[in-house]
């Protein structure tokens, strides 16, 4: 049996396609995991603190990317992976709380029916919403999808 694989160098970044056999052996990455809080955003990038050390660790605008939606200052649960001292991926928490900045007007008698409306969040995230909700609420977003989970009260 043959396994088409694509692999990513940790080091380089650079993607191989390659073919193995199922006896062959591939040796897993050393990874290290660090639980982190953003402490804040500026022009280099965004600043974390390590929860057991307390050591600051930035990770530029090129590294945080699509997840950059979902981060807000003072933000725990999230994780940065490591390989040989080097960060190589941010986790996100699945669920995260955000506030509602812009969206239409509540309507009156709205129900959480399949209806839904466009709303923008504090980090520029623009979602549908149930038509209830109204700018200045807080919801609870799931990072996986970047859909709307509920309201938070």
Known sequence: ???KVRLKSLRTGQVMDRSLRGTD???EADFEVREVQLTYKDASGWHFMD???YEEILLGEDFVGEDAYYLVDGLEGLKVRFYQGNPIGLELPNVVELEVVETDPALKGATAAAQTKPATLETGLVIQVP???SSGQRVRVDT???KFVERVK
Do not use: C, Q
């Open 144 to 146: 996986r999808t970047g």
């Open 1 to 3: 049996m043959i396994v």
């Open 25 to 27: 052996r591939v040796k």
């Open 51 to 53: 929860l057991e050390t």
């Open 131 to 133: 038509p209830y909700l």
